[in-house]
């Protein structure tokens, strides 16, 4: 792979990790400040999940990269159930806790999802500046 290609996913994960994690914090502080103490708490716990996931899916796609290709097939196939083990094992845990709001956590879990469709709405509506490129 392309020394251009993972310096531009290298980017792109530290852009789109940065502005969830704002986005997460700010819906979060001020779901806490303004609304109920579980909505605020779920929120924030679902956005740690979305980061979290996230993360792991960008450490499977460099750890990926350098494989051939069957060895890359064994390789996601097991990162792939121990991240939705991590996933689950967190979710539970705010299913089962009372002042965790379980439909807050839910939205919080696509706080990434929410970063990139509205980095790609805007480039391609032209607010930013930037042309979209796909």
Do not use: H, W
């Given at each position: 792979?392309?020394?251009?290609?993972?310096?531009?996913?290298?980017?792109?994960?530290?852009?789109?990790?940065?502005?969830?994690?704002?986005?997460?914090?700010?819906?979060?502080?001020?779901?806490?400040?303004?609304?109920?103490?579980?909505?605020?708490?779920?929120?924030?716990?679902?956005s740690?999940?979305s980061?979290?996931?996230?993360?792991?899916?960008?450490?499977?796609?460099?750890?990926?990269?350098?494989?051939?290709?069957?060895?890359?097939?064994?390789?996601?196939?097991?990162?792939?159930?121990?991240?939705?083990?991590?996933?689950?094992?967190?979710?539970?845990?705010?299913?089962?806790?009372?002042?965790?709001?379980?439909?807050?956590?839910?939205?919080?879990?696509?706080?990434?999802?929410?970063?990139?469709?509205?980095?790609?709405?805007?480039?391609?509506?032209?607010?930013?500046?930037?042309?979209?490129?796909g």
């Amino acid at each position: 792979m392309s020394e251009y290609v993972i310096d531009s996913f290298r980017s792109f994960v530290r852009n789109t990790r940065k502005k969830a994690l704002l986005l997460g914090a700010f819906l979060g502080i001020i779901l806490l400040i303004f609304g109920t103490k579980s909505i605020g708490f779920g929120y924030l716990c679902g956005s740690l999940v979305s980061l979290l996931n996230f993360q792991l899916m960008a450490a499977d796609a460099f750890g990926m990269a350098d494989k051939p290709s069957k060895a890359a097939k064994k390789f996601i196939l097991f990162r792939y159930f121990l991240r939705y083990a991590i996933l689950f094992s967190a979710l539970a845990l705010i299913v089962t806790r009372t002042d965790f709001n379980i439909f807050a956590a839910f939205f919080g879990v696509f706080t990434v999802q929410a970063v990139i469709i509205g980095e790609k709405l805007l480039a391609a509506s032209g607010i930013t500046g930037r042309e979209s490129k796909g």
